[in-house]
C-alpha cells in the first residue's frame, strides 16, 4: 500500500489582536542556526497535544512562495509553538526583526504551519512517556493534590515550594508530584556556581528577560527532604527522586547535604530511583553521593567544545574539563550517566559537535541522551555563537542515526528514566 504523503503546511501568523490565520499561498519556513528553508517533510509532525502557542512581538511572519520559490514577508506578527515535553525541535521559527524587537522569554520556537485542518510543528517524538501530559487530567485535581501535600506535611518548607511551582507556575514535575506519581523534584540550591545566559531562575536585574519561575530561597533539611521521598515512595510504585531542578541552582554545591538525605532515606529502607540533575562542576561529590545510593545523574550541557560551553554557561569556580570528568567519574562507579544535551537546530546537528559528543560517549559508555530543547531566545543565542565555526547542518533525523551507528548502546530520551530500587 502506498504511504500516505505529508502535506506541506501553510504559513501561520497573527494579526495585532492575536488571531492566528493561514496564509492562503505562502508555505510554511523554519530556522536552523543561520540558515532559512522550507523544513522537509521527516522534520514535522502534528501539533501534539498540550503544546503552547507564542506571539512573537516585533517580529515578521515570513514564507515560501511555492511559484516562484522566493521568501516573502507578511504583514503580521509571527507565530511560534512550544512542543509539548517529550517532543524535540528540528526546526525553529522563521521571521524577519523590525528594529525593536525585543528579546523573547526562555522558551523554545518552534516553526508551526496549517494544512489538512492541523497545526504542524518541526518536531520529533523522542520519548513516548506521558508523565509531563496533563492533557485530560482537570487542574483541580491538581490543586486538590498540592493543598492534600500540605495538609499532610504541614511544617515541611519544601513541601510548601512545591505546591506553589504546581499552583502558581504550572511546574509540570511540581504538579506530578501533586498527583502522586512520576517523578518528585527536590530542590535544594540556593546558589549557583555558573552564570547561564538562559537561567530560568535567576537573571541580573539589568537583563532584558525575566526568569520564568522563582529561585527556592531557603535550604531544605535532610529531615524535610526525607520526609518528601518517603511520602511519594508510598503514592508510586516506580519513584523517581530528582535533585537539581528549574527553581534552583546548582545542587552539587550543596552536594554534603544531598549525601547525609540519600544515606538517611536508603538506611531506612528507602526504595526507588535517586537522580541528580547536574552542571557536573564537582567531581569529588560523586564518590560519597554515589555510596550513599545515588544511583543516577543527568549532566546537563549545550555543547562537549568547551569554547561553545564556556560562552553559555559562564562557569565560575570550575572549568569545562570538570564536567567531563565528572562523568567519566560517575560511569566509573556504576552510575547511570545520561546528557541532558540542549539541542539547538543548526548547531547541535553540526559535525564538529557530533563529533566532541560521540568521542566522549565512546570512551565512557555513556549511556543516555535526553534531546531536550534549548530554551532561548533563538537570535540571542546566534549573536553569542558568532565566534565559532560549525559548519551545515546535518538535520536532527541523521543526527540521532550518526550517534546510533557510532554508539549503539546508547538509549534517547526526553525524561529521567526508572532504574529500579537500587
Same mark, same amino acid.
Given at each position: ?10 504559513? @501561520?501568523?497573527?494579526?495585532? #489582536? ?23 517533510? #521527516? ?115 519544601? @513541601? ?44 541580573? &536585574? ?29 503514592? &508510586? ?22 549525601? &547525609? ?75 547511570? @550517566? ?28 555513556? #549511556? ?10 533563538? #537570535? ?43
Amino acid at each position: 500500500m502506498a504511504t500516505k504523503k505529508k502535506p506541506r503546511p501553510l504559513l @501561520v501568523f497573527a494579526d495585532k #489582536d492575536g488571531q492566528i490565520y493561514d496564509h492562503p499561498e505562502l508555505e510554511m519556513m523554519c530556522r536552523r542556526g543561520d540558515e532559512l528553508a522550507q523544513p522537509r517533510p #521527516d522534520e514535522y509532525i502534528p501539533l501534539p497535544p498540550d503544546s503552547e502557542f507564542f506571539l512573537l512581538p516585533g517580529r515578521y511572519p515570513i514564507g515560501l512562495d511555492p511559484e516562484t520559490g522566493e521568501v516573502e514577508e507578511v504583514d503580521g506578527i509571527a507565530v511560534a509553538a512550544f512542543a509539548c515535553p517529550g517532543h524535540t525541535l528540528t526546526g525553529l521559527a522563521a521571521y524577519s526583526n523590525s528594529e525593536d524587537a525585543p528579546v523573547l522569554p526562555m522558551f523554545a520556537y518552534g516553526a508551526v504551519g496549517y494544512a489538512n485542518g492541523k497545526f504542524w510543528i518541526t518536531a520529533k517524538v523522542v520519548d513516548e512517556d506521558k508523565r509531563q501530559v496533563f492533557t485530560r487530567i482537570p487542574r483541580k485535581k491538581i490543586d486538590s493534590g498540592a493543598q492534600r501535600l500540605m495538609k499532610d506535611m504541614p511544617d515541611n518548607r519544601l @513541601v510548601r515550594h512545591l505546591a506553589g511551582c504546581a499552583l502558581t507556575y504550572g511546574c509540570p514535575a511540581a504538579k506530578n508530584f501533586a498527583l502522586g506519581r512520576f517523578e518528585a523534584p527536590l530542590p535544594t540550591a540556593r546558589t549557583c556556581n555558573a552564570r547561564c545566559i538562559g537561567c530560568i531562575s535567576e537573571q541580573p &536585574e539589568e537583563s532584558e528577560f525575566p526568569s520564568t519561575q522563582e529561585r527556592i530561597k531557603f535550604t531544605p533539611t535532610v529531615d524535610e527532604l526525607t520526609e518528601i521521598m518517603h511520602y511519594h515512595a508510598k503514592r &508510586e510504585s516506580k519513584p523517581i527522586f530528582s535533585f537539581g531542578q528549574g527553581c534552583e541552582g546548582e545542587p552539587l554545591t550543596e552536594h554534603v547535604l544531598l549525601t &547525609e538525605a540519600i544515606r538517611k532515606y536508603r538506611s531506612e529502607a528507602g526504595k526507588g530511583t535517586i537522580n541528580i540533575n547536574t552542571n557536573g562542576s564537582i567531581t569529588e561529590s560523586m564518590e560519597p553521593l554515589a555510596n550513599a545510593g545515588l544511583n543516577s545523574i543527568r549532566v546537563s550541557l549545550n555543547s562537549l567544545r568547551e569554547p561553545i560551553y564556556n560562552t553559555y554557561y559562564r562557569p565560575k569556580g570550575y572549568k569545562f574539563d570538570d564536567v567531563v570528568a565528572t562523568i567519566f567519574k560517575a560511569k566509573e562507579l556504576g552510575l547511570h @550517566v545520561s546528557l541532558n544535551y540542549l539541542f539547538f537546530p543548526g548547531i547541535n546537528d553540526t559535525e564538529l559537535e557530533v563529533e566532541a559528543l560521540i568521542e566522549v560517549a565512546q570512551k565512557c559508555k555513556l #549511556d543516555f541522551i535526553q534531546l531536550r530543547n534549548l530554551n532561548i531566545d533563538p #537570535d540571542l543565542y546566534m549573536e553569542l555563537m558568532e565566534p565559532y565555526d560549525f559548519g551545515p547542518g546535518m538535520g536532527f533525523a541523521n543526527f540521532r542515526k550518526r550517534i546510533k551507528t557510532e554508539c549503539p548502546w546508547i538509549g534517547f530520551g526526553y525524561f529521567n528514566p526508572y532504574l529500579g530500587d537500587k
